[in-house]
C-alpha cells in the first residue's frame, strides 16, 4: 500500500495489486474540528478494502474558524466545494460535527452543506453521511426531525439488522459501532417516509442505519470511523474540562476506565464499507 499527495490536493492510496482495477474517486466532507486526527481515521478506515483510491478532503467556505492556524492548512491541503464541483465522482462521505444541540439553520455552512448535497444527486454515485451529518442529510431530503436526549448517546452499542439488503450484507448477528451524540432520531418517523428504509434501529440509541429507497444514499448515525482511542479521549476531554459526562457505555473492559479498550466495532466497519464500494456504479 502506498500513500501520495498530489498537486490537485488529491491523497491517492494504491492499496491492491491490480494495477488496472478502477481508482474509486472518493470526496470526504471534513467537519470534525480534530481534521487531522478525522483525516486518519477515515484513511485507515478507507484503507483496509482492496482499492485504488483518490481521496479529496474538502471544508467548508461558509464556516468561522476558532483558531487563525486552521484555515491556512486547510487551504493548502484541502480543496473546497467551488473548486471540485464541475467534477463527477464515485463516493462522498460527511463526517461528524459537533454541533448536534444547534438548529440547523443556525449553523454557518448551512446553506453550502444543503447545496452540496443538492450537487451529489447528479454528481455523485453514492453519498454516506456519518453521525450529524446523517441527522443534517434527513432533515435537508426528507424534513426528519432530531430530538435531545439527556445523558448523550456515548459508547460502544450491539446493533441487530432490522431489514436485509447489500448494505448490511455479512454482517454478524449482533455487531457494534461507536456512538457520541447529543441528539438522536424517531424510528416512526423514517418507517413513515416512503423514500426511505430502516436498515438497523436500536431500542437504545435511536436509527442506526437508513437508506434511501434508490440506495444512493446511506445515513449512519453511528461511528464507524472512529479509532480504538477516541472515545477514551472524548471522555477525559470532557473530565477536565469539567463537562458532565458519563462512562462510555461497554467499552472499558468490566465498564473501568483503568482498564484495556475493547475494540469490537472493527470487524462491522470494515464490512459496511465494503459494501458500501460495492453499490458503487
Known amino acids: 500500500m502506498s500513500v501520495e499527495q498530489d498537486s490537485s490536493k488529491q491523497l491517492v492510496l494504491n492499496t491492491t495489486n491490480d494495477f488496472k482495477a478502477k481508482t474509486l474517486t472518493i470526496l470526504v466532507l471534513n467537519l470534525m474540528p480534530n481534521k487531522l486526527e478525522t483525516e486518519g481515521q477515515f484513511v485507515?478506515?478507507?484503507?483496509?478494502?482492496?482499492?485504488?483510491?483518490?481521496?479529496?478532503?474538502?471544508?467548508?467556505?461558509?464556516?468561522?474558524?476558532?483558531?487563525?492556524?486552521?484555515?491556512?492548512?486547510?487551504?493548502?491541503?484541502y480543496a473546497t466545494f467551488s473548486q471540485i464541483k464541475a467534477g463527477y465522482y464515485d463516493g462522498l462521505i460527511i463526517t461528524g460535527a459537533p454541533v448536534e444541540t444547534l438548529d440547523f439553520s443556525l449553523v454557518d455552512y448551512w446553506r453550502e452543506f444543503g447545496e452540496l448535497v443538492d450537487w451529489s444527486k447528479t454528481h455523485v454515485s453514492q453519498t454516506l453521511f456519518i453521525c450529524w451529518a446523517a441527522q443534517a442529510g434527513l432533515f435537508h431530503d426528507y424534513g426528519i426531525k432530531k430530538y435531545p436526549v439527556r445523558p448523550k448517546i456515548f459508547g460502544i452499542f450491539g446493533h441487530e439488522v432490522r431489514q436485509q439488503a447489500p448494505l448490511v450484507e455479512g454482517l454478524?448477528?449482533?455487531?457494534?459501532?461507536?456512538?457520541?451524540?447529543?441528539?438522536?432520531?424517531?424510528?416512526?418517523?423514517?418507517?413513515?417516509?416512503?423514500?426511505?428504509r430502516l436498515l438497523v434501529d436500536d431500542s437504545d440509541v435511536g436509527p442506526v442505519i437508513v437508506q434511501s429507497r434508490d440506495g444512493r444514499q446511506t445515513f449512519v448515525t453511528g461511528h464507524p470511523e472512529y479509532s480504538t482511542q477516541t472515545l477514551a479521549n472524548e471522555?477525559?476531554?470532557?473530565?477536565?474540562?469539567?463537562?458532565?459526562?458519563?462512562?462510555?457505555?461497554?467499552?472499558?473492559?468490566?465498564?473501568?476506565?483503568?482498564?484495556?479498550?475493547?475494540?469490537?466495532?472493527?470487524p462491522a466497519s470494515q464490512q459496511l464499507i465494503k459494501n458500501w464500494f460495492k453499490s458503487f456504479k
Open 44 to 77: 485507515d478506515l478507507l484503507n483496509d478494502q482492496n482499492h485504488n483510491l483518490a481521496l479529496t478532503f474538502l471544508y467548508p467556505e461558509t464556516h468561522h474558524f476558532k483558531s487563525a492556524d486552521t484555515l491556512p492548512y486547510l487551504q493548502e491541503s
Open 235 to 266: 471522555y477525559r476531554r470532557d473530565l477536565k474540562a469539567g463537562i458532565p459526562i458519563t462512562l462510555p457505555e461497554n467499552y472499558f473492559y468490566a465498564n473501568d476506565p483503568t482498564q484495556k479498550i475493547i475494540n469490537r466495532w472493527q
Open 172 to 196: 454478524p448477528e449482533t455487531f457494534y459501532l461507536p456512538h457520541s451524540r447529543n441528539t438522536t432520531l424517531k424510528s416512526a418517523d423514517i418507517l413513515a417516509h416512503p423514500d426511505l
